[in-house]
């Protein structure tokens, strides 16, 4: 309910300045200021529930594509999507004696 209360203020806020420049009654625009009108409430991500979690899971084990795997990667290791971005770079610059370029993260 506060994201209506905060939306009606504003609503009124802005009744009020038309109708104070319309009306010339200046004292109208100053009834409703901007530190009366509340700032909305940061809403935060929730946790998956274990069984969103599982369902993910078997869905991109099933998928067994590269975005898929991709996902899976960055889910067992912590790895950021920058992390990730830049692997085929550093794989095509590593050695052949190493393994060379790995083609699978390839983005073609």
């Known amino acids: 309910m506060p994201a209506v209360y905060i939306a009606r203020l504003l609503l009124m806020r ?3 300045e038309e109708l104070a420049w319309s009306a010339q009654v200046p004292d ?3 009834l409703i200021r901007r530190e009366d009108i509340p700032r909305a409430p940061q809403r935060l991500p929730r946790a998956l529930t274990p069984q969103q979690d599982q369902l993910i899971q078997q869905e991109l084990l099933r998928r067994n594509d590269l ?3 991709v996902l899976l990667l960055m889910r067992h290791t912590g790895m950021r999507i920058g992390n990730v971005s830049i692997l085929p770079t550093i794989a095509s610059t590593m050695p052949a004696r ?3 370029p790995f083609t699978f993260l390839s983005a073609s």
Do not use: F, R, Y
């Open 67 to 69: 975005p898929s795997n």
């Open 14 to 16: 802005c009744m009020l």
């Open 28 to 30: 109208l625009a100053h």
């Open 98 to 100: 190493i393994g060379g």
